[in-house]
């Protein structure tokens, strides 16, 4: 690569970076960020799985994760642990409600999922990420 190549990509990659950060901050017990931080990191391996499974036509395996990690059944997933590591009750309304939206879409790309409905399943797909684009877009915890 040539030096002002070089140059030019550090400066598209850097530039983001140096803009100020215009998501709106919210704070979280830190107990309660750690927890959301490690659930942010397991819903993207579920999100590759199920990506790697539509590309393979696995709907059905596809789906299961979908609804198991991801969708309505995953809700309350950290009912066992103490109040301030449970993100849910410590989110703004309308950080909630996008982490809301994210698992119906989930269960929804399930449901067409399991029951191989490839053409609407390959539809419903783009929705699983759209409400994660959203909230990552909207909101921060740092």
Known sequence: MRPHHLWLAGVLLAGPAMAEDQRQLTTLPPPAQETLRQEMLNNLVALNDILTLVATDKLREAGAIAEQQLGLSAQDRHRDKP??????????????????????????????????????????????????VSCHASWRIR
């Open 83 to 132: 109040f301030e590591a449970r993100p849910g009750p410590h989110m703004p309304p309308a950080m909630h409600a996008l982490a809301m939206e994210g698992h119906r879409a989930a269960s929804e790309f399930a449901k067409a999922a399991q029951t191989e409905e490839r053409d609407r399943a390959l539809a419903l797909l783009p929705n699983l990420t759209s409400a994660c």
